[in-house]
Every structure is written in C-alpha cells, then in structure tokens.
C-alpha cells in the first residue's frame, strides 16, 4: 500500500529507515544478573533517515519521506508523526509484520545510550518497492546504508535527476559499496571507515575511501569531538559543542538532517559542518531521537556562546596526512 500521489516539487527526499523507540531511563547501566529500578519509559518515534527529515522540515525546507513500515500499531505511530508534521510521507506497508521497533536504555548520569533493537527482515525495501517519481523534484537525497539494493536504486535515479546523493553509512551492509559509489557527500560513523578498509587511522582512511569512491566529500562523525572531513584537497575538523547530555539518541540523525540544511542553504562547508555538530549537540538535551531539535534561532545563539571540545586531531597532525593524502593521489593512475 502507498499513500500520498506526489504534489510538488521539494527540497530534500529521504529513503530508508523509521523506527519506534522506547526509551527507558535509567538511573545507572545495568550490571550483569542485577535489578535496576527504571526512571521512566516512553515511546517515541525515531529512525535515522526518518528523523533527519523530521528536523530539515522543522527549519523549513519541504520534504519528502519514504519508508516501508508493518501493519502495526508501531506502523501507525509513524505515519501520524509524519502527518503531523505535515511532510510528504509514501509508505509502502507489509501486511502481517511487525514496525521496526528499539529498546533504548539511557544511562542517566552520562546520557549514553545503548540500542537493543528488531528489524523483521519483512520491512526490508526492496527496488522494486519504489516509483521512480518519489525521488523527482528534490534537490537532495539521503539515503541510510540498511537496505542498500533500494537505496542504491534511489540514488541512481536522483543522479539521472541532477541531484546529489548524501549517504549515512555506520556499518559494512551487504552490497554497501555499489551504493557508495552513487554518493555525493559520504557521512559515516568514526568505526565505519575501518570496517570498509581496515585501517584504523582517520587521517588514512578517509582519503582512501575518497580516492575509491570519488565523493564529493566524506565525514566521519566523532560523537562528542565532532567531526572530521576530507575534501580531497584538506581536512576539516569541527569540534564538538559541549552540553549536558539527557539522551544521546538521533544525535547522529540530525546532524544528518542539519547537514541537508546547510548545503540548500549554499553555506560553506565550515559553517555546514559547525551547525550540524551544534544542531546534533543540542538534541541531546532531551529524550528521543527527535525531542531535542532546536530552533535555528536556538542553534545561531548557541554557535555562539556554547564551550567546544577539545581537537580529536593535532593541527599539525591534519596538515602532514592531507601532504601525504594528495600526494598518494598524484601517483595513483
């Protein structure tokens, strides 16, 4: 089942992953065979892409959303969260099967979570689950590394469209690297390049995985320090902003979203790149995946006034591997 015929042309489409989260507050992690008495419970929705999206229709761009979801009550939960945020939604439903659903236990001195989650491998979007007028009219689209043979058919038809690919990628999913090479700006967790390429050194591994895949740009997100990019000719590195953390959860996620944002915008990559660390920062001053997106009002002031971490990287240390990066370029045929 599909809902919602496609109106208007938007800013930015998303592919790939919704969720259902209970988060379960904890007054400290659990040991093991041990008794913890919960803070709270609640459900909430999440899911990367999902809430990426969520977040880029908040600051005002029009959005696009697809996702396969269950016949469940989860399913339902989803849909009516996108309906009231008023976004563009096409599901595409699997009778009989369950909603991906997570059980996020949150630390609560640190805000650290930990995800126990279940995806049915009925949900799974499938090629032929698209139309290929869902990804018409955009000028972004992001896509999530799970479902990699639907993701990669969508980013292939937003090539054919002129419009750039932003990939999420945390792990090595089966057939990841057809879709990597549809990407524009590649956007991973910190352990994602080694996974890929074994070598466990940002300031190696990203260069390498430019070279292979001919992004635009890649990034490695590093929790609470930020983020480091490449661009094939110098790195950035972005430090993190330093807050309070309630909930670490869909911090990742809207960076994401905040990263869509800034390159509407037209921004420099310094201030996409500030902004998302800031936007994905404050978000972890409330519970759920999404409860804390900020305001760009909110987010402007808080560039401003808000202590940063301390550098993932020496200055130097980022000069002497963006030598040795180009370097390594110039020699390979």
Not at 225 to 232: C, I, K, R, S, T
Not at 298 to 307: H, W
């Amino acid at each position: 089942m599909r809902r919602n015929a496609t109106r208007q042309r938007v800013d930015v489409i998303g592919v790939g992953i919704n969720a259902t989260d209970t988060i379960i507050r904890l007054p400290r992690f659990p040991a093991l065979d041990s008794k913890v008495e919960i803070v709270s419970a609640e459900v909430k929705p999440g899911g990367q892409v999902a809430s990426a999206m969520v977040a880029c229709k908040r600051w005002g761009l029009r959005v696009r959303y697809i996702g396969k979801i269950g016949d469940d009550e989860a399913g339902k939960l989803q849909m009516a969260e996108m309906k009231r945020e008023r976004i563009e939604a096409h599901w595409v439903v699997a009778r009989g099967a369950m909603s991906q659903s997570s059980f996020i236990l949150v630390d609560g001195p640190s805000g650290e979570r930990t995800v126990l989650w279940k995806r049915d491998s009925s949900i799974a979007l499938h090629p032929e689950d698209l139309k290929r007028q869902w990804v018409r009219g955009g000028r972004a689209l992001l896509v999530d590394g799970h479902d990699t043979k639907a993701a990669a058919c969508a980013a292939r038809w937003a090539r054919q469209e002129s419009i750039c690919v932003v990939g999420d990628f945390d792990n090595r999913y089966k057939e990841v690297e057809a879709l990597l090479h549809l990407t524009d700006f590649a956007i991973t967790s910190k352990e994602f390049p080694e996974r890929l390429t074994g070598e466990n050194d940002l300031l190696k591994s990203l260069p390498q995985l430019y070279r292979d895949f001919k992004f635009r740009l890649i990034a490695s997100t590093l929790g609470r320090l930020g983020v480091l990019a490449w661009d094939g000719t110098r790195f950035y590195l972005t430090p993190g902003f330093c807050v309070d953390a309630v909930d670490t959860t869909g911090a990742g996620d809207i960076f994401h979203g905040a990263f869509l944002f800034g390159l509407m915008r037209d921004w420099s990559l310094e201030q996409i790149l500030e902004f998302s660390c800031a936007a994905a920062a404050l978000n972890c001053e409330a519970e759920g995946a999404r409860g804390g997106i900020a305001s760009l009002k909110v987010i402007a002031q808080f560039r401003k006034v808000a202590r940063r971490s301390e550098l993932a990287f020496a200055p130097e240390a980022l000069l002497e591997a963006a030598n040795e990066a180009r370097a390594a370029t110039e020699v390979t045929p």
